[in-house]
């Protein structure tokens, strides 16, 4: 046997042995981590260098939000896959239900206090339903188990028409929600009071996730070099393909005869104008941005940075697709380590706990920071952030924590089963 053969052999050895993708919880480390720092940058910077958080979160929103809900869908798959040799169908659907509803139950209790700091008042039950993070990733791990059950090219063609037609409807909700009753529920269930991740379009995060979490599965389960390169080029080349789309497609805007491509500038107050604040909420950073001390007015925002819309959507997702396929380059081929790395994979894995318990210290520093202490911050921020979650992983096992929640009735419903 020649020493190149040897040399294979020995890589696919090595390959085959890794059962679980490290970068995957690399990358929801790194979402949340970029949660947890813009939450802090919001709260805590003087009102002198908040304009910075706008300008900033705007072209970055999707290293947020957008790629911890797209990893949250994407991580049902490999809870399926896993379970479906030793365990029922029956079995598999209880557990991913009682996680999806236990985080929804936790996005449920959140929606008051987010419309009492945004100054919205609804009556109760009114006021709990609202599509926040947590509430869309409970929602996406219930949908995404039915969402499996299409072939990839139909989810692929849902995904993406779902996402080049929901402006119109919601436009069309929009205008005529305060004339018709029947109306105004569809629009009220479908973009709530407060949108940060309505069901139109992020439902098309559900159909589109999972392709790539089975791709990831099926990789993982070979194991072998082949498998893992195959596996890059698919999420860099889709990846690429889906930013370029996100930039350059032409889509109609909430005009339904406005037409423009997703780097085409948009001000919302400007004449003809029709995209609205309750509608997409991040176009509020255009006046936080705009509210600086050097007295530079931006003429508005490109349409890929405002989220929920369609260009955002593609843009995100092709950038969520790079930035997991960059990771898993370096991280499980490459087999790179070091603090960074291992903090946020820790970070990754309780990232349900880290991202409730982050709002606890919101209130500590508000409004006191300038930006140059910023790095010190945040470093010392996070460092005790993960230092805390380790004390109440390592010696109280997590108990009171959403996963352990989560874990404790799942067990206790496949005991029951079983029975």
């Given amino acids: 046997m020649s020493t190149l053969e040897e040399n294979l052999i020995n890589d696919n050895e090595e390959f085959s042995s890794k059962k679980r993708i490290a970068s995957i919880d690399f990358v929801k480390g790194l979402a949340l981590g970029v949660i947890i720092w813009a939450h802090a940058a919001l709260s805590w910077f003087d009102n002198d260098w908040r304009y910075i958080y706008g300008f900033l979160f705007s072209f970055l929103d999707f290293?947020?939000?957008?790629?911890?809900?797209?990893?949250?869908?994407?991580?049902?798959?490999?809870?399926?896959?896993?379970?479906?040799?030793?365990?029922?169908?029956?079995?598999?659907?209880?557990?991913?239900?009682?996680?999806?509803?236990?985080?929804?139950?936790?996005?449920?209790?959140?929606?008051?206090?987010?419309?009492?700091?945004?100054?919205?008042?609804?009556?109760?039950?009114?006021?709990?339903?609202?599509?926040?993070?947590?509430?869309?990733?409970?929602?996406?791990?219930?949908?995404?188990?039915?969402?499996?059950?299409?072939?990839?090219?139909?989810?692929?063609?849902?995904?993406?028409?779902?996402?080049?037609?929901?402006?119109?409807?919601?436009?069309?909700?929009?205008q005529f929600k305060d004339i018709n009753a029947g109306v105004n529920i569809l629009h009220f269930i479908i973009t709530s009071p407060l949108p940060q991740v309505p069901f139109l379009p992020w439902i098309a995060v559900c159909f589109i996730s999972t392709i790539f979490g089975e791709y990831l599965f099926e990789t993982m389960m070979k194991g072998t070099k082949e498998a893992y390169f195959r596996l890059l080029r698919i999420f860099l080349t889709c990846g690429v393909v889906l930013v370029l789309t996100g930039l350059f497609i032409w889509i109609p805007r909430l005009g339904l005869?406005?037409?423009?491509?997703?780097?085409?500038?948009?001000?919302?107050?400007?004449?003809?104008?029709?995209?609205?604040?309750?509608?997409?909420?991040?176009?509020?950073?255009?006046?936080?941005?705009?509210?600086?001390?050097?007295?530079?007015?931006?003429?508005?925002?490109?349409?890929?940075?405002?989220?929920?819309?369609?260009?955002?959507?593609?843009?995100?997702?092709?950038?969520?697709?790079l930035i997991i396929g960059i990771s898993f380059y370096y991280i499980d081929i490459k087999n790179k380590q070091n603090i960074f790395i291992k903090m946020l994979i820790f970070f990754g894995k309780v990232s349900l706990s880290l991202f409730l318990i982050q709002y606890l210290f919101?209130?500590?520093?508000?409004?006191q920071f300038p930006i140059i202490f910023a790095p010190f911050v945040f470093a010392a921020y996070s460092g005790f952030l993960g230092l805390l979650m380790y004390i109440w992983q390592k010696f109280f096992n997590g108990i009171g924590s959403p996963e352990w929640m989560m874990s404790t009735l799942g067990s206790r419903g496949k005991k029951k089963n079983n029975t």
């Fill in 362 to 367: 919101l209130p500590l520093y508000l409004g």
């Fill in 257 to 321: 005869d406005q037409w423009e491509p997703g780097w085409a500038i948009l001000n919302p107050t400007s004449t003809g104008g029709t995209i609205v604040s309750a509608e997409y909420l991040h176009i509020n950073l255009l006046e936080l941005m705009n509210n600086n001390v050097i007295n530079y007015q931006f003429p508005g925002m490109a349409l890929f940075t405002i989220r929920s819309s369609g260009h955002n959507m593609f843009f995100n997702l092709g950038a969520a697709l």
């Fill in 63 to 174: 290293l947020g939000p957008s790629l911890f809900v797209f990893l949250s869908a994407l991580s049902v798959i490999f809870s399926i896959k896993r379970k479906k040799i030793a365990s029922s169908d029956k079995t598999i659907r209880n557990r991913i239900f009682t996680r999806g509803l236990v985080i929804i139950m936790i996005g449920v209790l959140f929606n008051p206090i987010s419309l009492f700091i945004e100054n919205k008042s609804l009556p109760f039950p009114a006021n709990l339903w609202g599509w926040n993070i947590l509430m869309f990733i409970g929602f996406s791990q219930i949908f995404s188990y039915y969402a499996l059950k299409f072939s990839k090219i139909t989810r692929a063609i849902t995904g993406f028409v779902v996402i080049f037609i929901s402006p119109w409807i919601r436009q069309i909700l929009f």
